[in-house]
């Protein structure tokens, strides 16, 4: 990265000094260290703080990016499970009740031995999903920014939860949320949706809201020309700034240069397979199809998706996690329409001209990406915040279609060969197409100098450097 030399020349004690701590996930992880990448060149000294489980994965991955830690400074906590991480935990109630308790001890630690050196932390900046660093910070009189790697239109809703004004179940056709579209129960983030599904994860995200009048500054992972009007409301109760969206500088702005790929990876992608096998597919024949990091399928929904895959008419590349390779039907068999891959470089894939659509479980991340890159979507949303973002997907950024499932939760091969047939090959398609091109247009302005999240992203350092001197 371009901030080797700056950083050097900068005296470390006249530095502001930022602890960046992610919640342990890679779709929290990824965003977070994207933001920081955004610091260094501005004179900001960064320090991602991961868990020391997690700190052991990516080490132990050959896709850790070395130009990460030349320039981002690395340090580690404690979860409670430093051996196992999340997985080793009973339950998601005593994972994170162990994460906070020994979190806030391994946080203040940090924290402490820091100032006994010449880089004393100043600010820190962490993960909305863990607001207990708010409480740590304050205890030290550093400056706490609270970063949402949601949605504005997501943490609306879960606000209006908080404050009692959303009360789930849901039952209403439609609920009317300042900012966003008239929201179906479908719309709402899944633990609104069927309420009760998962009450740990429920309560943690209802529990970011706790103390965060007290953070200095509410960070958001999106762009203000996506969601005006949510993010007018939102900054209406915290010093709220967006600075998405937070992917590789070079399939943006490039003010970055060397800013190629996230650089932390807990799965190795098959990078040369899935370009090699790109390379030679016609201009927009291509369906990519990726449900991240987390989500699982059941048998029947993977047996509905290979049908849909293999009767339509282009070709695909499918990411089925090494997890999941043993949902796929008995007579699976891609031939020579498609590749199946463990996992791939999504970005470098979005970004190749033979991709025409993408088959996503619209996380926020790869939802930004498809946004940024000018992909349309085929949204086929599994949980938690991914149904509200399908809405905006389809109705409010009219660059993609929700694939709607049935009663039992699966969407069937009629209903997902119809979407790929119109997005790939039809009318509404040649809009989406147009759309998409137009956002990718408004992503990368917003990214560059001059544009709304890189003033805003100004207007934050500004302020921890005025702190600092």
């Known amino acids: 990265m371009a901030a080797n030399n700056e950083q050097a020349s900068t005296p470390c004690s006249s530095q502001p000094h930022c602890l960046v701590i992610p919640f342990p996930a890679q779709g929290h992880i990824n965003p977070m260290l994207q933001f920081s990448k955004r610091l260094i060149p501005r004179g900001v000294r960064v320090t991602l703080v991961n868990t020391r489980f997690i700190s052991k994965t990516v080490a132990n991955s050959s896709s850790a990016a070395a130009s990460c830690s030349t320039t981002i400074h690395l340090a580690t906590i404690s979860d409670g499970f430093d051996e196992g991480g999340r997985a080793a935990a009973e339950s998601s109630d005593a994972y994170l009740s162990s994460f906070q308790r020994a979190g806030s001890q391994t946080l203040t630690q940090l924290i402490t031995d820091l100032s006994k050196t010449e880089c004393p932390a100043t600010c820190i900046i962490y993960d909305s999903f ?28 879960y606000y209006h939860c908080y404050k009692g004004w959303l ?19 479908k719309d709402m983030p899944s633990f609104i949706y069927e309420y009760g599904s998962y009450p740990a994860a429920f309560d943690m ?85 990726s449900f991240g990091s987390m989500a699982s399928l059941g048998l029947k929904q993977m047996e509905e998706l290979f049908n849909a895959l293999k009767n339509n008419n282009h070709y695909f590349l499918w990411v089925v996690r090494a997890s999941e390779e043993s949902k796929l039907p008995v007579n699976f068999d891609p031939s020579e329409k498609g590749l199946v891959v463990s996992w791939c470089p999504q970005l470098e894939v979005l970004d190749h001209d033979a991709v025409g659509c993408f088959v ?21 949303p599994q949980w938690t915040d991914q149904g509200t973002n399908a809405k905006c997907i389809e109705d409010v950024w009219k660059m993609g279609l929700r694939a709607e499932a049935d009663k039992d939760g699966i969407v069937k091969r009629e209903v997902l060969e119809k979407c790929l047939k119109e997005v790939m090959e039809g009318k509404k398609g040649e809009e989406m197409k147009r759309n998409a091109g137009q956002w990718k247009r408004v992503m990368k302005e917003a990214a560059s100098e001059g544009g709304s999240s890189d003033r805003n992203i100004n207007e934050f350092v500004d302020s921890l450097i005025h702190k600092k001197m």
């Open 205 to 289: 995200l209802l529990a970011q809201f706790d103390n965060i009048d007290k953070a200095d500054w509410v960070l958001c992972n999106t762009i203000y020309e996506l969601e005006q009007e949510a993010a007018d409301w939102l900054s209406k109760l915290w010093s709220m700034k967006t600075i998405g969206p937070t992917i590789p500088s070079m399939y943006l702005d490039q003010q970055l240069p060397e800013d190629k790929d996230y650089g932390f990876s807990i799965f190795k992608p098959d990078s040369k397979q899935c370009m090699d096998w790109l390379e030679n597919k016609p201009t927009g024949s291509v369906i990519y199809v």
């Open 130 to 157: 863990i607001p207990w660093c708010l409480d740590v910070a304050k205890r030290f009189g550093l400056t706490a920014a609270a970063f949402f790697t949601q949605s504005c239109a997501v943490g609306s809703i």
């Open 167 to 185: 009360k789930p179940p849901i039952l209403e056709a439609q609920t009317m949320i300042p900012g966003l579209p008239p929201l179906a129960p």
């Open 360 to 380: 996503t479980h619209c996380g926020w991340n790869s939802t930004l990406e498809a946004l940024s890159l000018g992909v349309p979507m085929v949204a086929m």
